[in-house]
């Protein structure tokens, strides 16, 4: 197929594996597409860009991303609108966000344009496995690793970028108990945690299988220094509601993802008059606003459960509850207004649709 910058190759599988699929029964992560966009930095320079059926990839062993991680990911979901249109969230704030996850691992940045009509293809073909039920969604993952068969320590010469994708159900539709992570860290300044870096998410699974056996489904992060700052909610963004301010995190802080989720959430609060402070937040005027109820809500913000509401927060030992689901304000209507939005069911005012 020739789109008008860049001319993708593609091989389509026989017979579509679609029919194997279980839409009512879609466990996160487990099925694939049928399709996978494929290709290689060789030569300083990306090389034929492919669509190819989905299947194993053949490795070194010396692969270089498997010794010294060089691998970085980007998240996205396509959603199928009421008319049957395929609509993509904000797609080009993943492409410039791989980018600057690419530069700081020293990894080759993908043109733009490429991430961008490489999806748009390989979502053209496999348009199918974008289900219309409702909370369904097809979840999309590029990612990209470093390819030289070499086991010296330097950046990779040879780069490999995949897109594949996977028919999804909502995810984490129940409340969640989240404890105060006081002792491990996810992100030091100066370190890789603006970066969507395998590795930090390797480095995330020991404390929070710690934080799970004592009953919580997520963990806060705290700053690496002094664990006085709130920094992140497992993966997602954390905003806070105290006295009708809208409080998170500052992205000045490079241990913050900047995520596409929150930025929206803080744009749309802002047009509806919320007041909203983006800035350091101390674990202690949280615990103070728990103890006194001053703290109205609470919620991460992220791709994969849009919205996913805070249901207690564990911080040194004590267990504080928040106000009750249905009372909260932001939450409930952002959670449903983004939903919306997505599902192309409000206007896109500001244009952040990709339509397929
Ligand atoms: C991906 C991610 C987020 C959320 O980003 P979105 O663009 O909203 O999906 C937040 N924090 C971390 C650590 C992440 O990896």
Redesign the pocket.
């Known amino acids: 197929m020739a789109t008008d910058t860049v001319n993708i190759k593609i091989t389509r599988v026989e017979e579509s594996r679609i029919s194997t699929v279980d839409f009512n029964n879609l466990p996160f992560g487990k099925f694939f597409s049928d399709h996978m966009f494929e290709m290689d930095f060789v030569d300083g320079e990306w090389q034929a860009p492919t669509i190819v059926p989905f299947a194993n990839l053949s490795l070194h062993p010396a692969t270089s991303a498997i010794h010294y991680g060089q691998s970085i990911f980007e998240?996205l979901k396509a959603q199928k609108g009421e008319d049957g249109e395929i609509l993509v969230f904000r797609p080009d704030m993943n492409a410039k966000r791989f980018n600057e996850s690419a530069v700081r691992m020293s990894m080759a940045p993908v043109p733009e344009e490429i991430f961008l009509e490489g999806l748009r293809a390989l979502l053209d073909l496999d348009k199918d496995w974008v289900s219309s039920n409702e909370g369904q969604s097809l979840y999309i993952r590029p990612f990209m690793f470093a390819t030289d068969d070499y086991v010296g320590i330097r950046p990779s010469e040879r780069y490999k970028f995949l897109i594949i994708t996977s028919p999804v159900g909502a995810y984490y539709s129940e409340p969640v108990p989240v404890k105060i992570e006081t002792k491990y860290t996810r992100a030091a300044a100066g370190g890789v945690g603006r970066a969507?870096a395998a590795g930090n998410y390797a480095a995330s699974l020991y404390p929070a299988k710690l934080a799970a056996e004592e009953g919580y489904r997520q963990l806060i992060w705290t700053d690496a220094k002094t664990h006085k700052y709130i920094e992140?909610a497992g993966?997602?963004?954390v905003v806070f509601v105290i006295n009708d301010v809208v409080i998170t995190p500052s992205e000045a802080n490079d241990t913050i993802?900047k995520?596409?989720?929150?930025k929206s959430v803080l744009q749309i609060a802002k047009e509806w008059g919320y007041k909203v402070e983006e800035r350091d937040v101390t674990v202690e005027e949280i615990i103070e606003a728990l103890k006194n109820k001053t703290l109205q809500d609470a919620f991460g913000?992220?791709?994969a459960a849009t919205i996913a509401h805070i249901s207690l927060i564990g911080y040194e030992g004590v267990n504080y509850e928040l106000p009750k689901i249905e009372d909260r304000e932001l939450s409930n209507r952002i959670k449903d207004h983004i939903t919306d939005y997505k599902k192309g069911r409000v206007e896109d005012k500001y244009n952040w649709l990709m339509r397929i």
């Open positions: 998240g969507k992140e993966t997602m963004n993802l995520g596409i989720t929150k913000a992220g791709t």
